[in-house]
């Protein structure tokens, strides 16, 4: 009852990220052009800036004809090939790297609040906070944290960009609580539920976040440990699942937290994204 | 048997251990521990959002039941033949909202939430008060369920609509002496 109650009366579109056309054309522009409508002025979206490379595998013979319409030499020192292609590919990412940038809201992670240390190692986040005692570590890594794409097709004539819902960096995260006397740390793996979208208005059934799995698990290690019991919260008792939130709660990590931790996650995946374009951009060209 | 609880805002922290086991404790006074029931704790936006659509009031609003049985009489449980016909329903709680009542009342928020949730649980078991009749029935049942939860507890909850006791009016009336009562009817018949 709940679940169908639910799906009906809300529309949450935290992960239905629909495709207009237009703003295809626009992130396609240098390769297909030709292949789309004319590109419009729609504004920079990002996930038609990324659905690119799953959507145009049609583009694949126009590609090929890029590679193969000349077959460039070595032009510089750096002993590596230099095509016609891999011009198009630079100023492609070139104009990409720029629409990011205009996009991206701020160059600063957002800050969390709660007293939480940011650590980065890459794409990996790790929120530390100390109280009384206890050690609560959250880790995070925003690498493969972008649900995939629940698309539907807009409906003829819609070139909504304003219907364009964000990319949103929901990745699992582990929290692990230490005390001081306790020989293991006690471990909660959680995620954020990926709703079904309902028919008509969808509603968002779960909870912002949910714990998966809890575990004592030696302080510090990186991997999960396969011989210590791991609580799975499918078949728990629900007054036992209360409890561990309300623990986890007390701890700082209640739904603000959950919904910070999505600003933050989303900001750094895009981060780590522009400087993965850099990166791209540069090996391209040799420099 | 299950009851299925469900934080969705960020506003107002929600204890949830004490919500199910207050909400448990008022299930097995009606005598309906057996069926399922959906609590979902939302925030004035969101409940604004479905008051709007199902009620066309757009206004938040403390409490929106949706029952499972649409014309249960009231006091007479539901007859469910199949497992998964024993649900009584789901309710949403305003939570931000009833947070800003009892602010403004030095209401404890817990107690409350626990009343209303046996006023929106009274709904699911065909409750009405729509009428004046309807109101003294419904009343009478949530001075019962509290009185209940109240030597269980050893809490001192009283029913939303308390202060009206003895009036001719109708609950609409009461809804502005009462303040966590919003000024309209809280039962939804989803569609």
């Not at chain 1, 295809?24 to 659905?51: D, G, H, N, Q, Y």
């Not at chain 1, 969390?112 to 109280?131: P, Y």
């Not at chain 2, 066309?56 to 929106?64: E, G, H």
């Not at chain 2, 009283?158 to 009336?173: A, N, Q, S, V």
Request: negative net charge; glycine residues 6%.
């Amino acid at each position: 009852m709940l679940k169908s109650l639910t799906r009906a009366v809300n529309i949450a579109a935290r992960f239905t990220n629909k495709a207009p056309g237009a703003t295809v054309a626009r992130c396609a522009e240098p390769l297909v052009r030709s292949a789309l409508c004319a590109p419009t002025s729609a504004t920079t979206a990002r996930p038609f800036t990324r659905s690119i490379w799953m959507m145009c595998s049609g583009g694949a013979d126009r590609r090929a004809t890029l590679l193969a319409s000349k077959h460039t030499l070595p032009s510089c020192g750096c002993g590596g090939l230099h095509t016609e292609g891999d011009k198009a590919f630079v100023e492609f990412l070139s104009d990409e790297i720029k629409e990011e940038k205009k996009i991206q809201k701020t160059k600063t992670l957002p800050k969390m609040s709660g007293g939480w240390e940011l650590e980065l190692n890459g794409t990996e986040a790790k929120l530390t906070r100390d109280l009384s005692g206890e050690k609560v570590t959250v880790t995070f890594n925003v690498n493969n944290s972008i649900p995939p794409n629940m698309e539907e097709e807009p409906e003829q004539g819609q070139k909504s960009e304003d219907n364009e819902p964000d990319i949103v960096s929901s990745p699992n995260f582990v929290i692990e609580v230490t005390k001081k006397g306790a020989k293991n740390s006690l471990v909660f793996d959680c995620h954020f539920p990926e709703d079904e979208i309902g028919h008509g208005e969808g509603e968002e059934e779960s909870d912002i976040f949910t714990i998966r799995e809890v575990s004592f698990q030696p302080e510090g290690e990186e991997d999960w440990k396969e011989t210590s019991y791991t609580l799975n919260t499918d078949s728990l008792d629900w007054a036992l699942y209360d409890h561990l939130m309300d623990f986890l709660a007390d701890r700082g990590v209640d739904n603000t937290f959950a919904d910070e931790l999505i600003e933050l996650s989303t900001a750094l995946e895009h981060q780590e994204y522009i400087k993965f374009l850099e990166d791209l951009n540069g090996f391209i060209k040799c420099q | 048997m299950v009851l299925l609880l469900r934080n969705l805002q960020n506003v107002v922290p929600i204890r949830r251990a004490r919500l199910r086991k207050d909400v448990e404790t008022l299930k097995r006074i009606l005598g309906v521990q057996r069926f399922d029931m959906g609590i979902v704790c939302v925030d004035d936006r969101k409940i604004q959002h479905i008051n709007n659509i199902y009620r066309k009031r757009n206004m938040p609003t403390d409490v929106l039941s949706f029952p499972f049985y649409e014309d249960l009489k009231p006091g007479r449980l539901p007859c469910a033949l199949h497992r998964d016909e024993y649900n009584l329903g789901d309710i949403f709680l305003g939570v931000e909202y009833v947070m800003q009542q009892c602010q403004e009342r030095s209401c404890d928020f817990q107690g409350t939430l626990t009343v209303i949730a046996a006023h929106g649980i009274c709904h699911l078991l065909g409750y009405r008060h729509e009428t004046e009749e309807e109101w003294a029935e419904m009343f009478q049942k949530e001075h019962y369920i509290l009185h209940e939860f109240n030597r269980l507890t050893g809490s001192h909850l009283e029913p939303l609509t308390k202060r009206c006791t003895g009036d001719r009016r109708y609950w609409k009336d009461c809804s502005e002496d009462t303040g966590l009562e919003s000024k309209e009817s809280k039962t939804i018949i989803p569609t």
